[in-house]
């Protein structure tokens, strides 16, 4: 009675914006959504910000990305709010990302609301999503500004002497204080309003307005460039090593978009199955009994890129060709510089890898129902939810007493890692966080300053 009586409520966005919350703050709560995956560059990020440097802590080869924004932000959350206040205002990207990710499906679909719902619901409870969006990490971000990026490209095609051209220089100027792969976005949109050139009739006017807005968010930026002899140019500039050579590590492009929408969590644990077998162990008795469900959630991900390319190459005029389009370009140019291919730089792809996913989920189930697999169609359904539920509750818990067992390949090769961390704060000035906060999780360190102020 209580479910049909309240139905509406819990099929809808609305419910699915309160749990995407509520997980999110409960990984605040068990450590502020920090791991290992990206402490490193959570804590540059930090130091950067109480330093008040007007470039980002955000790498680019041997220089970085233009500031002073990202630090002004982070600064301004820890002097009112405290350290806590900088992974609250991720979490409250990320809960936000949940509802732009609907708006982009239902835009890509409207005749069928329940894509949209279902890509909702994957992105506010389960893992990568919520890695995605609970940590202080400068890639993240990026992730929702692309996904805002895509709708304000959908608004572009569909409407003519659209006004919504001012708003698309402008997130490409922002995205780019954040991550190097704002440029490959750039590059895959321009290849995609240059193909469908024809169907686009932008309004300059406004376009014209978000790109000198767009322009006047770099003026403090070159300002202090000058000021320091381009300090950040230099360096940018000066590293072309790798440019046009290929690595194996590339080629990891072709698998890593199958785990980030699957439950495979194993970069998230360690670099090294022995790590992860032990996180296996640890919550799920074996990895005998994990296999299954980690196998169910792998099988949903290769069969919603099968359904995305059949959609690709089967109609002429689909938002799955113009979005291949993009992620061509935008793959090939990033592609030529050289660089290993990393999870981090899904973050211009996000949009499209959870429009896959929700396609691949709802046709898969669709088909076993229409086929009367009734129990096997609900079994599989509980416990791909389940697991990545679970998973979702577990990784905090993880993380706060992880399990890490060092190769031999890895005890020679992290100090060499740490060692460059150090010597780089050491040229920014923050040698005096290393020794406090390199030791801590982020939540530990926000305790031990609560107990020091009190």
Known sequence: MFIRKYKKFIVSIHSIFILAIVFRVYWLVMGLGSSHFSFLDELRGYAFAKELLYYSAARVGAGYLPGPWQNLLYFGLEETLGII??????????CLHVYALYVFIRLCYPEEKRYALIGAFITAIFPWPLQFSATAWNPYPAALLSTLSFIVLMKLLGNPSSRYAFWLPLIFAVMAFFHLMAFFSLLGFLAVLLVYRKKIRMHWGYASAGIVLGMLLYIPFFYFEILNDFY???????????????????????????????????RLIGYNWETYSLFLDRFYGSFVLALPLLGISFMLSIYSYFIFFKKVFTKKNSWERIFFI???????????????????????????IF????????????????????????????????????????????????????????????????????????????????????????????????????
């Open 232 to 266: 950040v140019l230099k360096k940018f500039f000066g590293d072309t090593g790798g440019f046009l050579s290929f690595a194996p590590e590339q080629l990891k492009f072709l698998y890593i978009p199958f785990v980030v929408s699957s439950q495979e969590v194993s």
């Open 326 to 352: 993009y992620m061509g370009i935008a793959l090939i140019s990033f592609l030529l510089t050289g660089r290993n291919f990393e999870i981090r730089y899904l973050n211009i792809y996000w949009p499209i």
């Open 355 to 454: 429009l896959a996913l929700s396609l691949g989920v709802f046709q898969f189930f669709e088909k076993l129902l229409k086929r009367k697999y009734y129990r096997l169609s609900y079994a599989l359904l509980f416990l791909y939810i389940f697991n990545g539920v679970y998973l979702s509750f577990v990784l905090p818990i993880y993380f706060r007493n992880p399990s890490y067992i060092s190769t031999e390949s890895e005890a020679k090769r992290l100090p060499k890692h740490e060692d460059r961390r150090i010597e780089e704060f050491k040229e920014v000035g923050h040698t005096r966080l290393v020794g406090s906060l390199y030791s801590f999780s982020l939540l530990e360190q926000l305790l031990l300053e609560m107990i020091a102020d009190a």
């Open 85 to 94: 206040g900088i992974y609250a205002f991720s979490a409250l990207l990320g």
